[in-house]
Antibody
């Protein structure tokens, strides 16, 4: 069965960096685009970034552009989110999600999330 | 990109039908048929309920249906059940090659 397991979350000071990982199994990782979505405490879902199946196509939200970088290693079935220049408003649970086969627009499997806390 | 507009809360009694609206602009909901809906129980992974405006993933109950008119998409839950109590989010592709979620709607089963 499909499994997505995020890791790398934690507490960091403003201006610091973290790298989230998402280990994928149960499907052909190299054939599917992937997304990161976050949820701040008490808030709704916010789309963060997308990477195509080959890793060459990438899009990100304006709120993280220039600070966050999405990437993937298809040889290790792993998705990454490099987060630099972190701000308190980046505090959230970060979910990785797999796209529905054949479409980049829909997320049919999600991980349980990794908590990132940005605080001094 | 501003979040799509959803009502903060909707409630209904068991067996009733409720509808959640999701309003965007011609640059997102109105411009594409790439609208989806997700159910989210706190502490769990979100679940895809509707995609392509009105399609249901395999195995999903037909009590859930979606539609769109102009810049507004809607999710209808018929025969409301206790397990439907959750947060629901709409999502759309945008003209900026990004995706945007709605603010979320808390569904309460009375």
């Amino acid at each position: 069965q499909v499994q997505l397991v995020e890791s790398g979350g934690g507490e960091v000071q403003p201006g610091g960096s973290l790298r989230l990982s998402c280990a994928a199994s149960g499907f052909t990782f190299s054939s599917h685009g992937m997304h990161w979505v976050r949820q701040a405490p008490g808030k709704g879902l916010e789309w963060v970034a997308f990477v195509g199946f080959a890793g060459s196509i990438k899009y990100s939200a304006d709120s993280v552009k220039g600070r966050f970088t999405i990437s993937r290693d298809n040889s290790k079935n792993t998705l990454f989110l490099q987060m630099n220049s972190l701000r308190p408003e980046d505090t959230a649970v970060y979910f990785c999600a797999k796209v529905l086969t054949g479409s980049p627009h829909y997320l049919d499997y999600w991980g349980q999330g990794a908590l990132v806390t940005v605080s001094s | 990109q501003s979040a799509l507009t959803q009502p903060a809360s909707v409630s209904g009694s068991p067996g009733q039908s409720i509808t959640i609206s999701c309003t965007g602009t011609s640059s997102d909901v109105g411009g594409y048929s790439y609208v989806s809906w997700y159910q989210h129980h706190p502490g769990k992974a979100p679940k895809l309920m509707i995609y392509d405006v009105s399609k249901r993933p395999s195995g999903l109950s037909n009590r859930f249906s979606g539609s769109k008119s102009g810049n507004t998409a809607s999710l209808t839950i018929s025969g409301l059940q206790a397990e439907d109590e959750a947060h629901y989010y709409c999502s759309s592709y945008t003209s900026s090659s990004t995706w945007v979620f709605g603010g979320g709607t808390k569904v309460t089963v009375l």
